[in-house]
């Protein structure tokens, strides 16, 4: 793909450096966070709009700082769970009582349908109500969970606690975008990488934590639980104190263009009467929207025009162009099925480990252990991302094919091994090459598009792939479609993962054949230019190209 030094005014999304720092790890929340920090980038082409790009180091408040430590420290001990790698060996232990099958086929599917029901609501809500309340929900929702796991024995307990899971899951949105809303644009960079470093270190010692407890402390499930429980209670404290942002991304944007414009009100007093008039006739049409041209013209008419203007109507027809760049469909097509495995991936494998390994005594039970493990190779796989440089537009399909086909490899060694310690390094290494893919897809689809439409790509693939594990879910998992017991499940996600490699290998066959038919025949190819993760060289040699809207470039 090529990375072209957009003309003036058109922001870049992505730099060389965002993808060398890990990203955050959390089990069931990477695509969420990373669409909200994707949907964030929005929030820099507004905010320059209204303070102008001269000001906004200088008007920077002083409190950021404070402001963002808090909001680490909020996200380093809402990740606190040490209880969480251990509900489904807690619900088919003693203590609780619920069958297999009950775990597999009736409780967990509900965390998928839940996800995709409230994921929409809660995306725009975050925005509206300006991210705390969205994150005081959150905390609500975390107490919810551990009371109905302590409290609750029936199963529609257990399927309004996996509800609240899925709502839990939609809610991080809000504190991924939410720490964009406290600075400037020019330190969206390193705001990011301490909020994702936050999470990844809760994450990990929350999973050390509850393995210490299970293996040195031997403490119940419901110790366990009632640990977690005080820790997001102390979470839902923390969310009650944090500061109101003065700003959002997509709503509210009219009262913060009307305080500007009275700034250049009073600010052009002095200056002549032409300048104060265009501003105060903004003010009496903050959105705007031009009169209709003829008064005889129906009212319904220009309605219509109205919201064919509209610029989010403009974005998705901007989206078909994504469509038919072949590099930018790869990578969407990748973020919708492969995330979608992963996640379902994700939500059974404890399953899978407690029929593999029914261990008799908690201490034998290595699930936080694994999950910390898994944590650290997710990182660290994520750094290593950063360096890799090849031509991305003629070995992207073989390098997702060959990731792929390990991942399925993976998944199936997982589904007839009888070896618990095999399971556990299947599932670590299947996470890691998971995570090695994540920060390429962010830069090869946030690289080529402007941030707002960026931001809706980003939305649309999360949102497709919700759907398309939710009808999985349907037909495999729930005892309503076919209710496969968990060794069957991991070898249809084989399946699912071996033929989309068979699909990703084919692709990359044609256009590795392409290449080099074009290349023996002397014609020039675009797929012969180093489209590296780091772009220096291709911005440097491609200068002359304007990127459009919709990721395509024109030579000047």
């Known amino acids: 793909m090529g990375v072209d030094e957009g003309p003036a005014g058109v922001d870049r999304p992505a730099e060389e450096s965002d993808l060398k720092e890990p990203m955050a790890e959390d089990p069931g929340g990477e695509c969420g966070d ?45 990740a606190i769970k040490p209880g969480e790698p251990f509900i489904t060996p807690y619900l088919l232990s003693t203590e609780k009582n619920f069958t297999r099958e009950q775990v597999t ?48 024995s029936s199963l529609p307990h257990m399927q309004l606690m996996e509800f ?27 705001v990011a990488s301490y909020s994702r470093t936050a999470v990844l270190m809760g994450v990990f010692f929350s999973s050390v934590l509850g393995q210490l407890c299970m293996s040195l402390g031997d403490v119940s499930y419901t110790t366990l639980s009632s640990v977690s429980l005080g820790f997001v209670s102390l979470g839902l404290l923390l969310s009650l104190c944090l500061p109101w942002p003065k700003r959002s991304m997509f709503f509210n944007r009219t009262h913060q263009r009307q305080q500007q414009q009275l700034r250049e009100l009073v600010a052009g007093v002095g200056e002549g009467d032409t300048k104060a008039t265009k501003v105060e006739r903004d003010l009496m049409n903050p959105a705007g929207v031009k009169a209709p041209v003829s008064p005889a013209q129906p009212p319904w008419r220009w309605c219509t025009l109205s919201w064919r203007q509209s610029v989010f109507l403009q974005m998705l027809g901007e989206v078909r162009g994504v469509i038919r760049e072949p590099n930018l469909r790869l990578w969407c097509l990748w973020w919708v099925f492969n995330s979608t495995g992963y996640y379902l991936v994700m939500f059974y494998v404890h399953i899978l480990w407690n029929k593999v390994y029914p261990a008799t005594e908690n201490k034998h039970v290595y699930n936080g252990g694994v999950e910390a493990v898994s944590v650290l190779l997710g990182a660290i796989t994520s750094f290593l991302a950063g360096l890799v440089k090849i031509r991305w537009n003629l070995w992207s399909e073989l390098l997702i094919g060959v990731i792929t086909a390990l991942q399925a490899g993976l998944l199936l060694l997982m589904g007839l091994t009888d070896n618990i310690w095999v399971c556990y390094v299947a599932y670590a290494l299947f996470r890691g090459f998971y995570q090695f893919l ?54 249809v996600y084989f399946f699912y993962f071996a033929l989309l490699t068979v699909i990703y290998m084919v692709c990359a066959a044609v256009v590795i054949t392409r290449h080099y038919r074009r290349q023996s025949g002397g014609g020039a190819s675009a797929l012969a230019m180093p489209t590296e993760l780091s772009p220096t060289a291709a911005v440097e040699s491609h200068s002359d190209a304007e990127p459009h809207s919709n990721g395509k470039a024109a030579s000047a």
Request: charged letters at 10%.
């Open 34 to 78: 990373v669409m909200a920090e994707t949907v964030a980038m929005v929030t820099t082409a507004g905010s320059e709009e209204l303070t102008g790009p001269e000001t906004q180091t200088e008007t920077a408040p002083r409190s950021w700082k404070w402001s963002v430590i808090y909001l680490c420290i909020y996200g380093f001990m809402s």
């Open 105 to 152: 086929n009736e409780i967990n599917p509900v965390l998928s349908y839940s996800y995709m029901v409230v994921l929409v609501p809660v995306l725009l809500l975050t925005d509206f109500l300006r991210y705390k309340p969205v994150l005081v929900v959150q905390g609500l929702s975390q107490v919810a969970i551990w009371l109905l796991l302590l409290l609750g």
């Open 164 to 190: 609240f899971y899925g709502m839990t899951m939609a809610a991080r949105v809000a504190y991924s975008s939410y720490i964009f809303s406290l600075v400037t644009p020019g330190l969206y960079q390193r």
């Open 438 to 491: 994540v920060p390429i897809a962010i830069f090869q689809i946030a690289s080529s598009l402007t941030k707002e439409l960026c931001a809706l790509v980003f939305g649309i693939n999360t949102f497709l792939g919700t759907i398309v594990k939710t009808i999985i879910t349907l037909i495999v998992a729930d005892k309503r479609g076919l209710g496969l017991d968990v060794h069957a499940q991991f070898l």
